[in-house]
């Protein structure tokens, strides 16, 4: 599993920790718990997860942790049968592949909104492969998308992001 993944797992896990006196009251009700855990511990689960590549083992990972703490919050203990589908109908939420897909679209429509030449915007147009020196010996990937960034500002279309440039034609 990516070492992302991992400590943003270990970090939902300790918010998960510092809110048991929340999931063993009787004072709140379920609909109040799984809203809090959706803010305190999904929240830092899924925190920068728009960067993440989605493997079938991290989505599995993520589902499992998920589904326990909901199971906990519910208080739906073994011998107590349910599937996840009626478990996420009760809870009211959505699988985690379709809620990291949901926050990975809202990101890049985010980004496609940039201005011209904005890093963020170079960065999904960036190739990223090994140049071939036989075949290919202009370079592609970061290099070659600098020279973009760099040949956009040259024409003015510069923004707080690009690279400025002096007289001599060097980039600072």
């Known amino acids: 599993m990516d070492r992302d993944v991992a400590e943003r797992i270990k970090k939902a896990r300790g918010a998960f920790g510092t ?4 999931w063993r009251s009787t004072a709140y009700s379920n ?20 960067t993440w ?44 592949e379709l809620e990291i897909r949901q926050r990975k679209r809202g990101w890049l429509g985010h980004t496609l909104r940039r201005p011209p030449g904005d890093i963020a915007k170079a960065a ?5 492969r090994e140049p071939d020196r036989v075949s290919d010996p202009e ?8 020279k973009r960034l760099d040949t956009k500002t040259k ?5 707080k992001y690009s690279p400025v440039i002096v007289s001599d034609g060097e980039t600072l």
């Open 19 to 22: 809110l048991n006196t929340v």
């Open 124 to 128: 999904l147009e960036w190739n990223l």
């Open 53 to 96: 590549k989605l493997t079938k083992t991290i989505i599995h990972h993520l589902q499992v942790l998920v589904n326990r703490y909901i199971r906990r919050i519910m208080k739906i203990f073994w011998p107590v049968q349910i599937s996840n589908q009626e478990l996420w109908a009760r809870a009211k939420q959505k699988t985690v």
């Open 31 to 50: 609909n109040t718990k799984i809203r809090i855990f959706s803010t305190n511990v999904k929240s830092v689960l899924f925190y920068v997860c728009e």
């Open 139 to 146: 370079q592609h990937g970061a290099e070659q998308s600098l």
């Open 155 to 159: 024409h003015g279309t510069k923004s």
